[in-house]
């Protein structure tokens, strides 16, 4: 049973791993596009997210284009947000197959999300068109942690689960 155990653990490890270098391969991807690029793919999924909205439709093209240009800033730190947040949830989902307390769990998860969010940001500024910004590391961060709360809560919950399953079948 406990060589069962080390098994799905490893495979788990693995699994979690590969996650975590496509993510790091999808962001290095992002931040190698100049400055037209990657403003073309934000243009193109804010246009795609606006075009739902009745109130866009109808507004005058002048208009629609401020308010494009506005809602194409948020986007972009959106996605930011979003895929450290994914960053932070695979970290610490890895880490947890270790035994490590869950302060140093935190703090390694912090410090590796922070420090790939600042390598990344550095890697921009040899992009053409691209600068980095001290904003977007915060915003990163802040993706970071909410991955790592992820994790904390699925745990409390399946805590919580296995808890009461024992309960009803003792």
Not at 104 to 109: A, E, F, S
Request: aromatic share 10%; net charge positive; glycine share 6%.
């Amino acid at each position: 049973m406990e060589k069962e155990k080390s098994i799905s653990i490893n495979i788990l490890r693995i699994i979690l791993i590969i996650l975590l270098l496509c993510t790091f391969f999808i962001i290095f991807g992002f931040s190698s596009q100049n400055g037209e690029q990657s403003s073309g793919i934000s243009r193109k999924v804010t246009e795609i997210i606006l075009k739902v909205s009745v109130n866009y439709n109808q507004l005058e093209e002048e208009e629609k284009e401020i308010v494009l240009h506005r809602t194409e800033s948020i986007i972009r730190k959106i996605a930011h947000f979003s895929i450290y947040t994914v960053v932070g949830f695979l970290l610490m989902g890895l880490l947890s197959t270790y035994k490590l307390k869950e302060k140093w769990r935190i703090i390694i998860t912090i410090v590796i999300g922070i420090l790939y969010a600042i390598s990344d940001e550095f890697h921009q500024s040899f992009s053409p068109g691209r600068s980095p910004k001290i904003t977007d590391v915060y915003i990163d961060t802040l993706g970071i942690i909410l991955g790592v709360l992820l994790v904390i809560l699925i745990r409390m919950i399946y805590k919580k689960i296995k808890t009461e399953y024992c309960k009803d079948v003792t």
